[in-house]
């Protein structure tokens, strides 16, 4: 469980993001976070693993204080993996190594262990083919389905992905979000920024909606493609569709 | 003049000992040239010395190394009496500081074309901070400067040729003093021109090797 609390995230004296953040992710649960660009979604889930350090407020995963300096951040760290819009592959490793390195440095793995349990990984999501691939040899979807493995073989309680098929095209977007959707509700807590609408219709518990630094609705979403509550997200959503 | 193999073979030897000083010559300039890039890619765009930088930066890259050559050796003893007049120190010290200035480039390149977002990556994936600056940042960031670095080795074995000037005893110093004592050019011309040919292949495969090796883990 993700409690954030008055979460506030200035990135200096004029750029204020986050305005008094305050919300509770449940295990296991899927969430999207859609709203327009600019509105801090992705500040908000960098926050979560302390990519970005929040200004005021605190955030507490499974009662630790996610940002009190002194918190070991490797474990929590350990505990959410993160998948980005531009996939982040260490470009000079393959993509089993790009799996297994984490497994050797921050779970002490052996390598043979860590391999075997890289090419598992990549196997589950449809990269079984490619262990020896490098970044620069795979196509988009490719390279985020080996960025998926690589967060997932840490076997963190939650997935954070930051507008995960943003940068890839129709068909290859199609592929990643089966990949996510295999991944819902199997226990792991999913929060994704995204605007895939079918996506977050389908497969999402709750729907986030952000603008300007606050979450201004969470519901179903049921509830929130008919009749959304606020003026602003019935806009987004006409805009959307 | 005939060309005569027998004179080929009676100087070789002591042209080709010109190779061993080129070599010397351009490791140690090239080192220079690597110690003063990165000082000079750190420095550039700090305020106070930055202009200093930028300065010295253009004048290694926009003057001949022939001039600079003449510059320091016979400019600055003029300038300030009894500063030193040792060839060997200006030779060195000219070419490293023109290697330095055309590797600062390559050096600032290679440290901020490191890719934020691997390094974020690593983050979330609760790697260690130094960890991530050996296995991620530097490790990638040598990978790009080391081609760079070669070829800038091979061009110093070239153009260092102009040392000659100053008296240094390099091939093509000793290629005067050949023909002073043959009265032919050509024996010591051909062995210059093969002693270098060779020399930048066996370099240039040495580099081509290093940079398949290097490209990936
Ligand atoms: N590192 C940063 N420094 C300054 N401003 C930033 C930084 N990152 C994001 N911002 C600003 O914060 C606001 C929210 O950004 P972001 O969280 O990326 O929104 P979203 O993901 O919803 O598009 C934007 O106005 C953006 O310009
Ligand atoms: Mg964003």
Request: aromatic share 10%; hydrophobic share 45%; net charge neutral.
């Amino acid at each position: 469980m993700i409690k954030i609390e008055h979460l506030y995230k200035d990135y200096s004296k004029d750029i204020k993001v986050l305005k008094d953040i305050s919300f509770t992710f449940e295990d296991g649960k899927t969430y999207a976070i859609i709203g327009s660009s600019g509105g801090g979604k992705s500040t908000l889930i960098r926050c979560l693993n302390m990519l970005e350090v929040p200004s005021e407020g605190t955030i507490t995963l499974d009662g630790v204080v996610v940002n009190d300096p002194k918190t070991d951040l490797t474990r929590v760290r350990e505990k959410m993996g993160m998948v980005f819009q531009n996939f982040n592959l260490f470009a000079h490793m393959d993509a089993k190594k790009n799996v297994a390195y984490a497994l050797m440095k921050v779970k002490h793995m052996s390598k043979e262990d860590a391999y075997a349990k890289a090419k598992e990984m990549l196997e589950k999501v449809g990269m079984g083919h490619r262990t020896d691939s490098f970044p620069h040899q795979l196509s988009g979807g490719e390279k985020q389905r080996v960025a998926i493995a690589r967060a997932l073989a840490m076997e963190p309680e939650i997935l954070l992905c930051d507008e995960p098929t943003s940068a890839l095209d129709p068909e290859m977007t199609t592929e990643v979000l089966k990949v996510l959707k295999g991944l819902s509700h199997t226990g792991l807590t999913m929060i994704v920024v995204t605007h895939e609408m079918a996506f977050a219709k389908e497969v999402a518990d709750y729907i986030l909606y952000m603008d300007q630094g606050q979450i201004l609705e969470c519901s179903t979403p049921d509830v929130f493609f008919t009749h959304a509550k606020s003026e602003r997200a019935r806009q987004f959503v006409s805009n959307m569709l | 003049m005939r060309f005569s193999i027998e004179r080929l073979v009676q100087w070789a030897p002591y042209i080709l000992e010109g190779l061993g000083v080129i070599i010397g010559l351009s490791l140690i300039c090239a080192l220079i040239g690597v110690i003063v890039g990165v000082l000079c890619a750190f420095l550039k765009k700090k305020k106070g010395i930055g202009w200093l930088i930028r300065a010295y930066i253009d004048f290694f890259r926009g003057t001949p190394v022939f001039f600079q050559l003449y510059f320091f050796y016979f400019g600055l003893p003029a300038l300030i009496p009894g500063f030193p007049t040792d060839r060997w120190i200006y030779a060195t010290v000219v070419f490293g500081l023109n290697s330095g200035a055309y590797l600062a480039e390559v050096m600032r390149a290679g440290i901020e074309g490191i890719d934020k977002g691997q390094i974020e990556a690593a983050k979330a994936l609760g790697v260690s901070q130094k960890d991530i600056i050996k296995d991620i940042i530097l490790n990638q960031a040598i990978r790009s400067v080391l081609p760079a670095l070669f070829n800038e080795f091979i061009a110093l074995t070239k153009e260092t040729s102009v040392v000659s000037v100053l008296g240094v005893n390099d091939m093509m110093k000793r290629y005067s003093f050949v023909v002073a004592k043959t009265y032919s050019p050509i024996e010591p011309l051909v062995v210059i021109g093969i002693g270098y040919l060779c020399l930048n292949k066996v370099l240039s495969f040495i580099g081509q090797r290093l940079e398949r090796k290097l490209a990936y883990d």
